[in-house]
C-alpha cells in the first residue's frame, strides 16, 4: 500500500469501521467467507483515519467525520467534537461536499445533547 495516498488511508478505515459496524452474525457470516481477516477494532479504523488527515490535513469534511464517529465509538465525545468542528469550517465545494456537510450536521446534532449534559 502507497503510504503517501490519504485515499487509501481513508478507504481503509471506512473498511475496518464498517465491518467494526456490523452485527455478531454478520461478522460471522464474513468469516465464513474469508478464511483469515485481520483484527477488526475501531481503533484500526481510527487510525487509517487519523492517517489519512497527516497526509490531507483540514481537508476532507467525510475523514473528519469519520474521525469523531470512531471517537464517538470509544466514548471520546468531547473529542470528537473537535474533530466535527473542524469539518464544519471547511466550505463545501461540490455536490458530494455538500452531502457530506449534511451528514456532519445531523451527526453533530446527535452528538451535541450528550456532550452538554
Known amino acids: 500500500m502507497n503510504q503517501d495516498d490519504f485515499i487509501l488511508f ?3 478505515g471506512r473498511w475496518f469501521y464498517k465491518m467494526f459496524s456490523l ?10 467467507f474469508c478464511r483469515k ?7 484500526n479504523a481510527l487510525n487509517d ?6 497526509l490531507n490535513p483540514k481537508n476532507s469534511k467525510i475523514n473528519l467525520l469519520y474521525i469523531a464517529k470512531c471517537l464517538v465509538a470509544k ?3 468531547e473529542k470528537a467534537s473537535q474533530f466535527l468542528n473542524e469539518a464544519l469550517n471547511i ?3 461540490t455536490a ?9 450536521l445531523n451527526f ?10
Open 75 to 77: 466514548n471520546e465525545k
Open 108 to 117: 453533530f446534532k446527535k452528538l451535541k445533547p450528550q456532550i452538554f449534559t
Open 10 to 12: 481513508y478507504l481503509r
Open 23 to 32: 452485527s455478531w452474525p454478520e461478522k460471522y457470516a464474513v468469516k465464513l
Open 91 to 93: 466550505k463545501s465545494q
Open 37 to 43: 481477516m485481520p483484527e477488526i477494532t475501531i481503533e
Open 96 to 104: 458530494e461536499e455538500e452531502n457530506d456537510e449534511k451528514e456532519l
Open 49 to 54: 483515519f487519523l492517517k489519512a488527515e497527516q
